[in-house]
Nanobody, 115 residues
Framework: QVQLVESGGGLVQAGGSLRLSCAAS????????MNWYRQAPGKERELVAV????????NYAESVKGRFTISRDNAKNTMYLQMNSLKPEDTAVYYC????????WGQGTQVTVSS
């Protein structure tokens, strides 16, 4: 069955970095557009970054441009989110999302940025 498993979240001080990973299985990863979303307490889930199936095009929310980098390794069926210069407002649960034949979601990983 389809699985998206996020890892790499944790507690970090403001200005620090984290690298999230999303390991995919059960569908044709190399054909899927992949996204990172996040949801902070009391807020709606928001799109953070998008990467095309070949990894040749990316797009970011304005709030993370210049600080976050989305990437993928189709040989490893894995997507990444490198997060630098983290701010307290980046605190959220981060979700991996795949758009293939259907839309799939991971279980999320908590990122907490302390001031």
């Amino acid at each position: 069955q389809v699985q998206l498993v996020e890892s790499g979240g944790g507690l970090v001080q403001a200005g620090g970095s984290l690298r999230l990973s999303c390991a995919a299985s059960g569908f044709t990863f190399s054909s899927a557009v992949m996204n990172w979303y996040r949801q902070a307490p009391g807020k709606e889930r928001e799109l953070v970054a998008v990467i095309t199936s070949a990894g040749d095009n990316t797009n970011y929310a304005e709030s993370v441009k210049g600080r976050f980098t989305i990437s993928r390794d189709n040989a490893k069926n894995t997507m990444y989110l490198q997060m630098n210069s983290l701010k307290p407002e980046d605190t959220a649960v981060y979700y991996c999302n795949a758009v293939a034949r259907f839309r799939y979601w991971g279980q999320g990983t908590q990122v907490t940025v302390s001031s």
